[in-house]
């Protein structure tokens, strides 16, 4: 159903009492509490809508809740907007229906000091109960983000809830400080011996307060927490909020710099991809294949540090375009070059099939089925090596990505070996993007100013690791006043224990390094 | 297997040859600003672009304060009065002059990480470190992971509010001698974070730091220098790179 069905759907469904309107290919839903779990449940349920995420926002009035949905296998937006006096605090939870929310009504609760009635399990989410009292509400716009909390309360007496009731259970506690390099995340599994029976990440060890601390920034400092919030795919996300700023400004940014961007996005996801599969071998002890991906990021690393100046892209996307322009000798000899990393990345891939140690590793470990992709909202590769279709260049085409000529590769396994092919198949659509771009590099400027007036804009950009959605709100002072991160991680961090659980403990460095997640981007 | 084996030895030897020789391969490092002179006393509009204050004004001398610049390069792109960059990564500085490594134990250290908040980019430079390109064996650098091994705690991030206490954890857990290596803009002053409710000024908030090194992220080259200092292989002299000398605030 595309979003004018749904529309006349709802409108004969719940006889007018949704308010509905169309603007630029997104349908907003204005609803009462009431309303909200029948509708959303319905949309992703019935309809098999995609749930991108929840925002709450503390308006001087009222609370404004916006549950975002994308029509399957359809382009545009679906927007349930719900509101309610600030001093009535409770939502209906809609988990029940839609599992995706879980964790986003979760942050919710622990930040705005919301309850969603219904949901099962509130509490100790991203402020740890062992180090926050009840009753911290950082997002409120009361708090400042400059106050140092003293005197704190916490509860030290806080233990890991066990699920796991059979005689000789425990809870093998991994992290947060664990492994040679890896980020900090505590996992709780839960096992009577050989295998994980329960995989629980508690995560928000890193937590930073992003969205707290962009409130009151200017729009230029701002883009530095959107970019360096996740270093590694640094680029996606200042695009997608200069794409937001943009929207407010209402300027277009000029051809060169969009194909340019989309140049960029895809240098980016070749060198993360590289980087995840150099993870994968890793994993599995294969010294040699490490070695050699290693290689092969690095020379993806330097490629984006002779040609931009930072090896991780820092610096080059602002709103309005691009902070300096490329001459086309050097692109063309920068996409040849990603081009023979494409290379020999295909023959290190032939060498890999070809290692059945290795295979056996990969094979059958860690599915994930495209349901449940689907329950857990998953995003990215990881969703896709499922069949779950979730590729926002290709459903909601933002930039000069129309213009391009590529594939998004899904698998249907959804296993390790699945998700390690799609990676494969990815490097290779980048490599071939990049190609086109180099070619068809229209002239031009590179940037234009660009002034955002007050109002609120969202954005989704399709990351290395899946789509992103930023959706910012701009006062009338030109600050900004509320900044929403949705991230693919926090999706896929959510549906990890699905991969992970009845496996046994060796199989799980080697299923997390298939997901690809960045601890730093859920954590925010 | 035997075709890894070739593939391995057919890759040949990638690997850098710093620190004996100079490494200017393009690509290998972001650079810095330059110190410039002679700039008007009134024009301001270069060091008003600095977002985090790494450039100040010394009457018609620009100066660069080089562990707070994150290489935004809003001093060098979109003015009119763009400020030259210099390569180079020898950017490292020693703290506590007592806690290089005496000329004995310095073939063969053990690191831990501990990432404190950081967004990915340090830490990836991090592991790069174990590439064939950098192959930080070869100095005598291992990264290790237990904490009482380790002879350096590396610590990248800006100490986020729930990462306080497993740092400290895995400080104590370490024999003495210890060393502290602050690795990033964000862990030596918080860098575009700050502090603020969750997230602290830097490592020197509550651990004493014996070497920093700046950038956003700092290159893999950049933290083999520092390694390689604190070590006792390399020397303070010079830096090459902004002309300074290490250790001079």
Request: proline share 7%; charged share 25%.
């Amino acid at each position: 159903m595309n979003i004018q069905e749904i529309a006349a759907e709802i409108q004969s469904r719940w006889n007018n009492e949704i308010k509905l309107s169309t603007i630029a290919g997104t349908l907003e839903c204005r609803c009462h509490r009431e309303h909200l779990v029948p509708l959303c449940g319905w949309l992703f349920n019935r309809l098999n809508c995609h749930f991108a995420g929840l925002t709450a926002e503390e308006l001087p009035d009222r609370w404004n809740l916006d549950y975002l949905f994308t029509p399957a296998g359809e382009s545009g937006i679906i927007r349930i907007n719900t509101a309610a006096p600030l001093k009535e605090r409770n939502f209906p939870s809609i988990s029940i229906a839609v599992h995706a929310a879980d964790w986003h009504e979760r942050e919710a609760e622990d930040l705005f000091g919301l309850t969603f009635e219904g949901h099962p399990r509130l509490g100790d989410f991203i402020l740890h109960d062992d180090a926050w009292q009840e009753g911290v509400e950082p997002m409120r716009e009361n708090f400042s983000a400059a106050d140092v909390l003293s005197g704190r309360n916490p509860k030290p007496d806080w233990r890991p809830r066990r699920i796991l009731k059979a005689p000789g259970a425990f809870i093998m506690p991994v992290g947060p400080v664990f492994s040679g390099e890896a980020e900090s995340v505590h996992f709780q599994l839960e096992t009577i011996g050989e295998e994980v029976l329960r995989a629980f990440p508690r995560l928000f060890f890193k937590y930073r307060g992003v969205e707290k601390l962009a409130e009151g920034r200017s729009v230029d400092n701002g883009l530095l927490l959107a970019e360096r919030f996740a270093g590694s795919t640094a680029f996606s996300h200042a695009l997608a909020f200069s794409m937001a700023i943009e929207k407010l400004s209402g300027e277009e940014v000029p051809p060169r710099a969009e194909v340019l961007r989309v140049f960029m996005a895809e240098l980016e996801r070749l060198r993360h991809h590289l980087g995840v599969i150099e993870g994968i071998c890793s994993s599995t002890g294969l010294a040699v294949g490490t070695g050699q991906c290693a290689i092969l990021e690095e020379e993806a690393l330097r490629i984006s540090g002779a040609l931009t100046g930072h090896r991780y892209l820092f610096g080059l996307c602002i709103p309005g375009g691009l902070s300096r322009d490329f001459d086309k000798t050097a692109l063309k000899s920068a996409a040849e070059r990603a081009t023979d990393i494409v290379r020999r990345m295909n023959s290190i891939e032939k060498l890999l099939i070809n290692t059945s140690s290795f295979l056996d590793r990969l094979e059958e470990v860690g599915a994930v089925t495209e349901k449940q992709a689907h329950d857990f909202g998953l995003a990215g590769p990881v969703a896709r090596a499922s069949g779950y279709s979730c590729d926002t260049r290709k459903q909601l085409p933002y930039g000069a990505y129309r213009n391009f000529d590529f594939d998004s590769p899904h698998e249907r396994e959804g296993d390790g070996y699945a998700r390690l092919r799609l990676f494969f198949a990815e490097v290779r659509e980048s490599g071939r993007i990049m190609e086109q771009a180099a070619e068809k590099l229209p002239p031009g400027k590179t940037a234009v100013p660009c002034n955002p007036d007050a109002g609120t804009a969202i954005s989704t950009a399709e990351t290395p690791r899946g789509a992103t959605w930023h959706r910012i709100r701009i006062g009338t002072d030109g600050k900004i006043k509320r900044y929403r991160l949705i991230t693919p991680s926090f999706a896929n961090w959510h549906g990890f224990h699905i991969a992970a659980e009845n496996f046994a403990f060796q199989d799980f460095p080697i299923i997390l390094a298939t997901f690809g997640l960045s601890v730093a981007e859920n954590d925010r | 297997m035997s075709r890894w084996v070739i593939k391995g030895i057919r890759t040949g030897i990638v690997t850098t040859r710093y620190p004996e020789k100079k490494e200017e391969t393009p690509g290998t490092s972001p650079g810095l600003p330059e110190q410039v002179t002679g700039i008007a006393p009134e024009n301001r509009e270069t060091e008003s672009r600095c977002p985090t204050g790494a450039l100040s004004r010394e009457k018609n001398r620009l100066n660069l304060r080089q562990e707070r610049c994150i290489h935004c390069f809003r001093c060098s792109r979109g003015t009119e009065n763009p400020i030259p960059w210099k390569n180079g990564f020898e950017w490292a500085e020693i703290r506590n002059p007592e806690a290089v490594v005496p000329a004995s134990l310095r073939h063969s250290l053990h690191i831990r990480v501990v990432d404190a908040g950081d967004c990915g980019a340090c830490l990836n430079e991090i592991k790069l470190l174990n590439n064939p390109y950098y192959n930080m064996h070869r100095l005598g650098f291992f990264i290790t992971p237990t904490p009482r091994q380790a002879d350096i705690l590396l610590v990248a991030g800006p100490v986020a509010e729930h990462m306080k206490t497993p740092l400290l954890k895995a400080y104590e857990a370490m024999p003495a001698p210890k060393r502290v290596m602050a690795v990033g803009a964000c862990a030596l002053n918080g860098g575009v974070f700050g502090p603020g409710f969750v997230t602290g000024s830097g490592v020197a908030d509550i651990l004493p730091v014996d070497i920093e090194i700046p950038g956003c992220p700092p290159p893999p080259l950049a933290i083999l220098h520092g390694l390689c200092l604190i070590a006792g292989q390399l020397k303070n002299e010079p830096n090459a790179a902004t002309g300074t000398r290490k250790g001079e605030k």
